[in-house]
C-alpha cells in the first residue's frame, strides 16, 4: 500500500522560511510527477509546484522565487523549501505523486503563516 507522509508544517512569521518533506512509501514502481499543492479555507486547493522524475519544475506564480521543490528519485521523497513566506501562504500543504494510472495524496501538513 503507497503511503505518502508529509511533515515539517508549522507557524513561522512574515519574513520567515519552513522547510516541507514528504516521504513515500510502500512503492514498487517509480513515480513521473511529484509535487506540492495547498488548500486555504474556503479555497480549492491549488497548485503549488510540481517536478517530473527528469528533475523539471513548475512554480504558482505567487510563489515563484521563494520556494523551490526538489526531489529524491533513490530514496522517493519530494521536498519543498519555503522562504518569504507571507501571510498569504497559510494552508493545509499536500504532497502528492503520479503515475499513469492514479494520483496519490498524503494527509497534509499545516502551515500557518503569522503577520
Known amino acids: 500500500q503507497v503511503q505518502l507522509v508529509e511533515s515539517g508544517g508549522g507557524l513561522v512569521e512574515a519574513g520567515g522560511s519552513l522547510r516541507l518533506s514528504c516521504v513515500i512509501s510502500?512503492?514498487?514502481?517509480?513515480?513521473?510527477?511529484m509535487g506540492w499543492y495547498r488548500q486555504a479555507p474556503g479555497n480549492q486547493r491549488e497548485l503549488v509546484a510540481t517536478?517530473?522524475?527528469?528533475?523539471?519544475?513548475n512554480y504558482a506564480y505567487s510563489v515563484k522565487d521563494r520556494f523551490t521543490i526538489s526531489r529524491d528519485n533513490a530514496k522517493n521523497t519530494v521536498t519543498l523549501q519555503m522562504n518569504s513566506l507571507k501571510s498569504e501562504d497559510t494552508a493545509v500543504y499536500y504532497c502528492n505523486a503520479e503515475v499513469p494510472w492514479r494520483s496519490y495524496w498524503g494527509q497534509g501538513t499545516q502551515v500557518t503563516v503569522s503577520s
Open positions: 510502500g512503492a514498487t514502481f517509480s513515480f513521473n510527477d
Open positions: 517536478i517530473k522524475r527528469s528533475g523539471g519544475t
